[in-house]
């Protein structure tokens, strides 16, 4: 028996649910000044089960955002080393990468006060 394939066949039952069709929302909401004025910054991110694909919410937002990275770096658009990701990433491209997917993130910057 081969331990991983025991706890595949008696955990995967337990925590695969096929026909739920998840959802993520995401809402990042960040204040500071731009311009010498005080300006809240929010993000949002909503994204839902793909029925044509099969994907849930949830690989989508999370496994496209690793193979996204994986490309950069394949291309040299990220610089060889280690770096923490909000730093080694250039966001515009990300973000544009992942609108090609159908992930898109709604952004404001408003003045608050």
């Known amino acids: 028996v ?6 595949h066949a ?9 026909e739920d069709r998840d959802v ?11 311009d010498g ?5 929010v ?4 994204d839902f089960y793909d029925e044509e694909t099969g994907f849930t919410a949830m690989e989508r937002t999370t496994g496209w955002d690793g ?11 990220i610089p060889p080393g280690a770096a923490p990701v909000e730093v080694a990433v250039p966001p515009k491209a990300f973000v544009e990468e ?3 997917r159908g992930i898109e993130v709604k952004a404001r910057v408003a003045e608050v006060g």
């Open 67 to 77: 193979a996204i990275v994986a490309e950069m770096m394949a291309r040299g658009q």
């Open 10 to 18: 008696l955990f995967e039952p337990l925590v695969t649910y096929p």
């Open 24 to 34: 993520v929302v995401i809402r990042i909401k960040a204040t500071g000044r731009k």
């Open 37 to 41: 004025k005080p300006v809240e910054a």
């Open 43 to 46: 993000l949002d991110l909503m």
């Open 2 to 7: 081969v331990p991983r394939d025991l706890f």
């Open 98 to 100: 992942r609108a090609k």
